[in-house]
């Protein structure tokens, strides 16, 4: 379903201004319902067992083939046949296809709203490429993107006596009324993408494939694509254009080698790409963990360049957690780090839930007394909904310091509360100009003070609006972000 936002603001005169400004994200609905193609699914074309060659993946196109593709069916030769041109009395046959991913995520059903279970998924926007074999020259049918909204190519018709190669790849445009790619790369040092024959010489007919992830190879592609396509998909914040590569390897830069963000990885690590996000083994088997890097990227990409700063180098690991890592989502961190944290959180939060309803859960993936009773907890569902200001509850307050929690439930407040859209609230972030912020802030210096860098870009985003002011202001307080 679309989200209601231009219709509420509509109905409430001071807020009129903002429906120009629409509503640039999507509440998709839950992805239980198939696509009509599945009941003409031919059994007999169903995804091998194993792996077509001597690995589930080869090495894929380089880089220079990536982005000139034409979104279009190629010119019709020999035995293509033109859209529209019937029919089975001329020996032809419709034929379309549909992609799915069935991803194998272990953070489902917490309480989230979508993808609550591990349920094949529309493929969004996947690039794929049906091959002609009957035909000596290879000419292929079809190269390039499916539908974002279906998961699927149009309908062509095409020579019933025809046969097909499918093949997808791990890279997706995505986002409605905007292009965002999005690439899955193989381990730093190489440029490729995946990809998988989905079916090998197929007769033509109305089909739908599903790409199985699979850790046989320790790859796990389809988690990371199902999930960073999804993310970029529903929640784009105003990007176009932007190309996400997302390398299934380790974070370099991270001392716990997992999962990141890096701003300028093209220049440390001579990759071909200006940013990359990294996920680590561990976090391509959690969909929070895809979107919260994701969250960064989207936050980062609003600046031009893309700039996000490095995490601040203080945390106080004894405010309810072990400080297992290097920040968490409950340790008393400069509000540098935790704000910046924060709005990856609330990034993914607003992915995996329901913005019309404000129960929202969230994955968490590390190991911490979320709830103080005293008792850490490894990777707990926690809620983006309930509670506020644990810093205070910890005993930690302190100005110029804040925890991640405390920032993700307040940007939750914000968008489902106050209404103000994930757009408007990228908006905001992009004011904010975090990639200028110190590590270390001064409470005293409304420059030096995240805080008050997101609060001035709030107000220049609603113009200074009283009553909007007066919202932001009292769930800024009421979840202790404002110190
Ligand atoms: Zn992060």
């Known amino acids: 379903m679309k989200r209601k936002c231009v219709g509420v ?24 319902a198939d696509t009509p193609w599945d009941a003409v699914t031919d059994e007999s074309d169903a995804e091998p067992d194993d792996f077509i060659g001597s690995s589930e993946f080869e090495v894929a196109l380089d880089e220079d083939d990536v982005l000139d593709v034409p979104d279009t069916i190629n010119a019709p030769t020999l035995e293509k046949m033109t859209v529209g041109e019937s029919q089975a009395a001329y020996g032809r046959a419709t034929f379309q296809v549909c992609v799915k991913y069935q991803p194998d995520y272990e953070d489902v059903g917490g309480g989230e709203d979508w993808w609550t279970s591990n349920a094949a998924q529309k493929a969004r926007g996947i690039r794929i490429r049906i091959t002609l074999t009957t035909n000596s020259l290879g000419d292929d049918l079809y190269y390039g993107y499916v539908s974002r909204d279906t998961g ?16 997808a790849y791990s ?22 993408r995946y990809w998988k024959y989905l079916a090998q010489n197929v ?32 929640r784009y914040g105003g990007l176009s254009g932007e190309s996400f590569h997302i390398y299934n390897a380790r974070c370099e830069f991270d001392p716990n080698q997992g999962s ?9 690590l001579g990759l071909s790409t200006p940013d990359a996000l990294f996920i680590s083994p561990s976090g391509r088997e959690r969909k929070f963990i895809i979107a919260h890097e994701v969250g960064h990227a989207v936050g980062a990409k609003r600046e031009s360049p893309a700039a996000e700063p490095d995490i601040a180098s203080w945390s106080d690991p004894t405010c309810g957690e072990l400080g297992s890592s290097s920040h968490e989502l409950t340790s008393k961190e400069y509000q540098s780090t935790a704000a910046k944290e924060g709005f990856a959180h609330f990034y993914a939060a607003s992915v995996w839930n329901d913005s019309a309803d404000t129960r929202c859960w969230f994955g968490y993936y590390k190991r911490v007394d979320h709830d103080l009773d005293g008792t850490p907890t490894n990777n707990p569902w926690v809620s983006c909904e309930n509670g506020g200001d644990y810093l205070d509850d910890a005993g930690c307050a302190a100005d110029g310091f804040g925890t991640e929690y405390d920032w993700m439930r307040f940007w939750w407040d914000i968008f489902t509360d106050v209404d103000i859209s994930f757009g408007k609230i990228a908006d905001v972030w992009d004011r904010a100009n975090s990639h ?11 420059n030096n003070n995240p805080y008050e860098r997101i609060r001035n870009g709030f107000y220049q985003e609603v113009g200074g609006d009283s009553y909007l002011m007066g919202r932001f202001d009292v769930y800024a307080n009421y979840n202790g972000v404002n110190r």
Request: glycine share 8%.
């Open 436 to 446: 200028t912020w110190n590590d270390v802030p001064d409470p005293s210096d409304p």
């Open 9 to 32: 603001f509509l109905g409430v005169l001071v807020l009129g201004y903002f429906s120009a400004l629409g509503c640039e994200e999507v509440d998709q609905a839950p992805e239980m």
């Open 171 to 192: 890279q997706a445009k995505v986002s409605p009324t905007a292009d965002n790619f999005i690439y899955v790369r193989k381990p730093t040092g190489s440029y490729s």
């Open 203 to 234: 007769s033509p007919g109305m089909k739908t494939y599903t790409w199985v992830n699979n850790s046989k190879y320790s790859e796990d592609v389809v988690n990371i694509a199902a999930a960073a396509g999804y993310s970029v998909n529903k």
């Open 260 to 268: 990141c963000y890096e701003d300028d990885a093209g220049a440390n």
């Open 152 to 167: 699927c190519t149009p309908t062509m018709w095409v020579s019933s006596t025809g046969r097909y190669n499918i093949r």
